[in-house]
């Protein structure tokens, strides 16, 4: 029997355990949960005993454990990696959910439940698969499995872990599928998010908020002066203009600009969805490519001085700023936080003090999209969905992607089988069933396309 | 017996009587001393009859009445008319007056009370010189007293009562006692204040706050169009760059350049006492002429975004900021109004929608330092206090002393007979006797001195 047909049969079995895992209030974030935690760990364990892994362990951490599974007897294969995670968001606005976030319902052949798709349901979709291909002795590569319980709190333990653990962890490739297609039936390898490095800028005139009248002309005004100062951030198009910011960035390939250009984001449609007058940003880029691709330095904050009704004239003490960058390879935070202190240094008004205090940092990360096991997934997606799946990065930061790819030295292929609207951290969180259907294809000819590697 | 005698024979009299006009607290803010307000004004009527007025009249308004009393015997010659005001501050916190606001005590040769030095006890100096002159039979000048009770809360019915009132309030000059000598033993007239005009900005952007990672470079940050907006209205050394700002400004004259500079205001003990690294304003005017002669324009407060711990990687839905400026003579509140309005639209980066608010306008004023008028004040502080006066100017803004000026076409000599450091609208409020005598004495000889006019 082919893996296809060995789905079908399986299928309402799988879902009947798909409900059990997902039946587990697994919420890291609240203490009250810290025994449910357990249970859902034990619960992986069992599931990857009995799919068949070897070696399968629930490693401790700081926090909650990580689970951990093998098989290894392939040795002249290549090795999968796969990562996951077992815990889920809070429930709250309760009452908007339509039925209880853990008790899991299939309605419209979307399954109901808070993991559903962030990332239970994903992460139960390779164990079953693994489950099939040894059942019917036909697992064509190894695989690792690391599943951890803390990445709806920022993964606080993880990097940690992976470091302690890096010859365990060894692979020729990390999976992970915690993203969304690009849109229904089109699905999207995502191949590189951006950085992050923040910090807070504070400026101290008097010491004590003056009146304006009385003093108004004699002293720097704070806000005056943070206002002189972050105005020389960026240009009139947007553009930063801290000394050297851009230097270690990558520029997009041209083949990347293409790819983007090709999903034909609608910069009209985003405008109105915004409401915004009209988009913004760096000259010469796509609104697409500004966001996966290009840095950013944004004042997240500013505050200062009287902000009630009416008017007060003062002179505020004091004026503040938080700022962040999202980073593109091959940006360095720290590097880049240098360059900012060196600029605010420079160019801070005379008449206040100046302070700054560095925050978060995440390196931006991004798999070479020509790298074989990458395009082992690309092929695996066009095999199960019948299209090319677009070549995608994201705006935003995952730093234990960029962690286990600097760590481990190995590519990272995303492979993402969630959809947009499928409610992550949100009330009445589903996931579509055709793409649980697909995903357990995908995943297979995936291990397929890797074993020719 | 000559003048002089007769107030150091009285002395004790009038201490009893300005103890009995400190007794009343009439807290024109609080809508519990409703009844203490009409005793005050009552109080003042009657000790106005007694010192000889006529024709006096307590005037109702929308709010507090204003305590009217007039001698014009004199056709041939001048009429001073007296502003002041017999309502007083609040007294919190209570607990930090050494004796209680209205139990007042004479310690050390000043008399502590609420009230004390702002206003009661100067206007009460007035009443007084016109009692003794007229029980002397020599008042040598015409005399109407308009005494409010809402200078405290910003005089809301004043300009109007004045207005409705311009053939009963017609003068030569305003007489008014409500600021302080430079310091001890040395007067001051100040013949100058700041208007004042002020408006809040809003800047809006997409339609919430967004993920930064997620839309970072695609749109318009409202902090950073606000700041590059903000950044345009001065110049690196903190002169307005608004066009037509400075278009209506009287110039310094040499002469009050020159008089500035003889106060010797030291600009080192001022940087020390504020706490800045350095004063800092417009190239080419000390900082005393920056603050009394000169515009400002301020941001009083700004604020959008997060302002929490930490960071939040958001790109902020607003951004806003309040602003108010100091005029001085002849810049219109109005008209700089348009004119910010004006460089609002021209200035304001793409990809925000922008919205102005208006607020407080009071115009500026100045009145001729060599008016006759002027100078007899001038002179009767020299013959008081045996040292020439010094003829100041003031940052903030008094509105009402403009409406007098403007709507009664007459100069204002503002005769300030208190100290820095006697805790107007602070605990422990007190007026120091010396002026109290030497007050007594300089009213007394300006009304001479405007007799010869």
């Keep these: 029997m082919n893996v296809e047909s060995f789905f079908v049969n399986q299928r309402s079995r799988y879902l009947e355990e798909l409900k059990e895992f997902l039946r587990i209030p697994s919420i890291s974030a609240l203490t009250d949960h810290k025994e449910d935690m357990n249970t859902a760990a ?6 990857l005993k009995t799919a068949g892994l070897k070696n399968v362990q629930i490693l401790p951490t700081k926090g909650h454990s990580v689970v951990y599974g093998e098989w290894l007897e392939n040795p002249s294969k290549p090795t999968v990696l796969i990562y996951g995670h077992y815990d889920v968001q809070p429930v709250d606005p309760l009452n908007l959910w339509q039925t209880p976030p853990f008790e899991p319902d ?11 798709t962030d990332d239970k349901g994903q992460v139960f979709m390779y164990i079953k698969v693994i489950e099939a291909l040894l059942s019917t002795n036909s697992l064509p590569i190894n695989v690792k499995f690391c599943i951890e319980g803390e990445e709806e709190i920022g993964s606080p333990n993880l990097e940690e872990f992976v470091e302690q653990h890096k010859e365990l962890l ?17 699905p999207a390898i995502c191949y590189g998010l951006r950085g992050l490095c923040g910090l807070q800028i504070d400026l101290t005139g008097p010491n004590s908020d003056l009146h304006s009248g009385l003093y108004g002309g004699a002293v720097q005004n704070p806000i005056h002066a943070l206002v002189e100062l972050l105005s020389t951030m960026h240009d009139s198009q947007g553009k930063v203009t801290i000394d050297g910011f851009y230097d270690q960035v990558q520029p997009l390939l041209d083949e990347e600009r293409q790819a983007f250009n090709e999903l034909g984001q609608s910069e009209e449609q985003l405008k109105e ?27 997240n904050g500013i505050w200062g001085g009287f902000s009630g009704e009416g008017t007060k004239t003062i002179i505020p003490a004091e004026a503040h700023a938080k700022i962040t960058c999202r980073l593109v390879p091959d940006q360095e935070p720290e590097a880049i936080l ?10 801070t008004p005379p008449g206040v003090w100046v302070g700054v205090t560095r925050f978060d940092k995440g390196r931006p990360f991004v798999s070479p999209i020509n ?13 199960a969905y019948g299209v090319e799946p677009a070549f995608t990065r994201m705006g935003g930061s995952i730093p234990i992607v960029e962690s286990f790819g600097r760590l481990l030295s190995i590519p990272v292929a995303m492979m993402g089988f969630g959809l947009s609207d499928e409610n992550f951290h949100a009330p009445n969180e589903h996931f579509h069933l055709e ?12 291990f397929e396309e890797m074993s020719n590697l």
């Design 170 to 186: 060894s692979a020729d490739v990390l999976a992970l599928s915690d993203t969304t297609l690009l849109e229904k039936g089109k």
């Design 106 to 116: 299939i309605r419209d052949n979307k399954i109901y439940a808070r993991g559903a």
């Design 338 to 347: 240098e360059l900012i202190e060196k600029h605010v240094t420079k160019h």
């Design 273 to 299: 969805q915004l409401g915004v007058p009209e988009l913004f940003g760096e000259n010469g880029y796509s609104a697409l490519e500004r966001t996966w691709a290009r840095p950013t330095l944004e004042v």
């Design 435 to 446: 793409n649980f259907d697909k995903g357990l294809l995908t995943i297979s000819y995936f």
């Design 371 to 383: 790298h074989p096991t990458i395009q082992a997934a690309a092929k695996a997606y066009k095999k």
């Design 42 to 47: 034990e619960w992986l364990a069992e599931s």
